[in-house]
């Protein structure tokens, strides 16, 4: 191992044998290189009491219109990698399998719809991701779980996305410190309504601080790995031997397979349907829904924020699509999606 890995390896350590590491009693894990590295790390500390895992995995064969029109390329791999880390730790492991009518449809859809109260969007990429965070955080809260490991913040410090991987060396440590100002994570939010805590090993200010300091460097955060171009190299050299080391990074959405959930709305949405209410939401609230995945999202967003009033909206910077004003530092609207919301400037 060489030495700058061996400093994180150490660094890392320290950060997970915290009073705040140690009382995590259960791990959001999606079996990335993120979650993979802070589960096993943390269950080798003396005094840890992590005990339980929680993967949300869709299963095609429980999908039958998703699955019977080939939208699914693939079986999600998440569940594959977590379940090789739950065994090797010995974790208590909980594999939920939702339907995505259950999560999305005509279920209950208490879930979706807490994430549109808490996120205050309706944004499908935010959604995607945010609906299976939730519906693990649930799941934790009613097996009596009070604190939750997440793997929230690793991708946006060490490069973890495929296009901050193809930034140059110059422009990949501005690009970093400007996102950790601008980074948010929806498990944190979320856990706080359903009265749980979640914790990250990467929001740590300790590894903050060394991804936009000493670590900034693009030859550590990208490069190559057991033969393979990756991201996040610096942690994959500093623990080997995690179940995920050598994993491809892969979205929520991807992993878990809520990824074809644009696909599915066109089916499950009529062209009439979209036509009608994308028509009303202009007319009666000045807010553009472009597709029909939003629509499904908007349906509950309307009847939660705009029926009965809800954020201000309109200003002086103003999403042109939904009129909800834009945060500081971002062409992205976090309420509709709409990108670029602001004319990008270098």
Not at 8 to 23: D, G, I, P, Y
Not at 72 to 84: E, G, K, L, N, S
Not at 189 to 212: C, M, N
Not at 274 to 298: H, Q, T, W
């Amino acid at each position: 191992m060489d030495a700058e890995a061996a400093y994180v390896r150490q660094l890392f350590t320290e950060v997970l044998s915290s009073r705040e590491a140690l009382a995590c009693d259960a791990v959001l894990l999606s079996g990335g290189l993120d979650t993979s590295i802070a589960s096993e790390t943390l269950k080798q500390q003396i005094g840890s009491q992590l005990k339980t895992g929680i993967t949300v995995t869709i299963d095609p064969a429980h999908n039958k219109l998703a699955n019977s029109s080939g939208l699914f390329t693939q079986q999600p791999q998440d569940i594959v990698y977590a379940r090789q880390i739950a065994e090797k730790l010995g974790l208590d492991h909980h594999v939920l399998t939702p339907t995505l009518d259950e999560l999305f449809f005509t279920g209950d859809r208490s879930t979706l719809e807490l994430c549109v109260r808490v996120r205050q969007t309706f944004d499908g990429m935010e959604l995607r991701n945010a609906v299976v965070i939730a519906h693990a955080l649930k799941y934790a809260k009613s097996i009596g779980c009070h604190r939750v490991c997440t793997g929230d913040g690793a991708d946006e410090l060490f490069a973890g996305y495929s296009f901050m991987q193809g930034m140059s060396e110059e422009d990949l440590p501005k690009y970093t410190v400007n996102m950790v100002k601008n980074m948010t994570f929806c498990a944190v939010p979320l856990a706080k309504a359903l009265g749980l805590e979640v914790w990250s090993p990467f929001l740590d200010p300790r590894i903050i601080e060394y991804a936009t300091a000493r670590g900034n460097r693009r030859d550590l955060k990208v490069g190559q790995f057991e033969d393979k171009a990756h991201g996040k190299l610096v942690l994959r050299r500093a623990f080997p031997e995690a179940v995920s080391a050598g994993r491809t990074k892969e979205p929520i959405e991807c992993g878990c397979g809520t990824t074809v959930m644009p696909a599915l709305a066109e089916l499950v949405v009529s062209d009439g349907e979209f036509e009608d209410e994308a028509r009303e939401a202009l007319e009666r609230f000045s807010v553009v829904v472009r597709d029909k995945e939003r629509l499904v999202y908007f349906r509950l967003f309307r009847r939660v924020f705009l029926d009965g009033g809800g954020p201000d909206r309109i200003g002086a910077d103003a999403c042109p699509d939904c009129g909800f004003g834009l945060r500081d530092g971002t062409s992205f609207c976090s309420v509709c999606g709409l990108y670029p919301a602001r004319p990008i400037t270098k």
